[in-house]
């Protein structure tokens, strides 16, 4: 019998493995497919590194800095370019307009309005929430609606795809969330923390892509993964849990980690409360392209992290990283890389489009915002049907069902980006977490 069994080899599985083999070597990793990394995947081709999933990671919690440091990839570590990835854009009646940063640039900006900008110096004013409520009424609450439509909505695109009429802003605005809570106000919140000099978070990346990490991890645990594993039924027994195959190999072990997407795991449980629940997750799809452009043939050039929509400015995309103003490494010297995102709650339209007609009128977007003449140098595309997960107002009855499931069946832990954060830093953080708990 195996002491542990970990289903899925993404950034949360290989966290878990990786915590879990400083305790102990008799544990397994299952892989549906024939790769690891989950989400995180990297493409080298003709000199474009290109991330077909998250772009940069945070440094934001002690166990993504300690898994690097077991792996030695800190010296690796690239950190983005202090002078471009600092500016970050929207539109604001068709035009690229900078987002404020400072207390003097949000009184200068076009973005707001007087109005918007008098309740936003007065934000502190506003009385603190009693209950979770949604993204758009409590930004609205505290900010105003024009605050919201105009930044909240592009920031809530760029993230998780979604609706902010829909989500839970507990959830998906942790910190804004806590700040309010703890604070009384946002802006007290931020405030405070500049006060107790708090560094900010660093998002990195490395040399050959964020799948340097996964390879690393990977590397270390190659005698622990088993690929093309796919895991039909689980079931508890006297002594811990009957892991069966699709090929019909059952597998024992005494506990047990799960960290497949949440329409995954619904087919592997018979807990209904649990599965009701996690029937009620919805992924956005997304689409994302990457696009070569020369240099020379660019007209149009904005230097910074990247510009994010809203429903109303009618593009054909979500948002586009200007990616080698990020990360100088990421194209040829005389190239520029951008990635396109495309789908979400309010283009799922676009995702049921042939892949590659949907290329061509992303093309001819691309060629419009930057005023580009001549031939595209490279592109590429990938398509998540499962893209992100939404954390809408049901989070709260997930997490209980989670934690209910947890309690009924011991030495059962579930994980994965559905619930406590979807950035890659999070689930490094919650796998942790899990591996404290169980051993």
Known sequence: MTDVVIIGAGISGLSCGHFISKKTNNFLILESKDKLGGIIQTNIEQNYICEYGPNTVLLNNEATKQIISDCNLFERIIYPSINNAKNR??????????????????????????????????????????????????????????????????????????????????????????????????????????????SQSKSFNFPNGLSELTLKIGENLKKSIRFNSNVSKIKKTEKGYEISLEN??????????????????????????????????????????????????????????????????????????????????????????????????????????????LQDIISEEIKSLFGYKGEIDFIKNYRWKDGIPQYTMDQEELISAVRGFELKNNNFFITGNYFNGVSVSDCIQKSYEIVKKSF
């Open 248 to 357: 019909e190999e059952k597998i024992y072990c005494k506990k047990l980690i799960t960290t497949v997407p949440s329409y995954v795991l619904m087919n592997l449980i018979d807990d209904s409360t649990l599965i009701n629940e996690l029937k009620k997750i919805k992924y956005n799809p997304i689409d994302v392209f990457h696009f070569g452009l020369d240099k020379k043939n660019i007209k149009n050039k904005y230097k910074g992290f990247g510009v994010l929509t809203k429903p109303e400015d009618k593009k054909k995309y979500l948002g586009i990283l200007f990616n080698s103003d990020i990360f100088n490494h990421v194209s040829p010297t005389n190239k520029n890389l951008y990635t396109v995102l495309v789908g979400g709650e309010n283009q799922k339209i676009l995702c049921k489009k042939n892949i590659m007609e």
């Open 89 to 198: 854009f929207v539109f604001n009646n068709n035009k690229i307009t900078k987002i404020p940063l400072t207390p003097i640039e949000f009184i200068k900006t076009s973005l707001l309005s007087i109005n918007s900008k008098f309740k936003l110096f007065f934000e502190f004013l506003v009385p603190r929430h009693k209950k979770n409520d949604t993204v758009f009424n409590f930004i609205s609450k505290r900010f105003g609606k024009e605050f919201h439509d105009k930044l909240v909505v592009p920031f809530i695109t760029g993230i998780y795809a979604g609706n902010t009429k829909r989500m839970s802003a507990k959830h998906s605005l942790k910190n804004l969330w806590n700040y309010e809570q703890k604070y009384g106000s946002i802006t007290n919140g931020i405030i405070q923390n500049l006060l107790r000099k708090k």
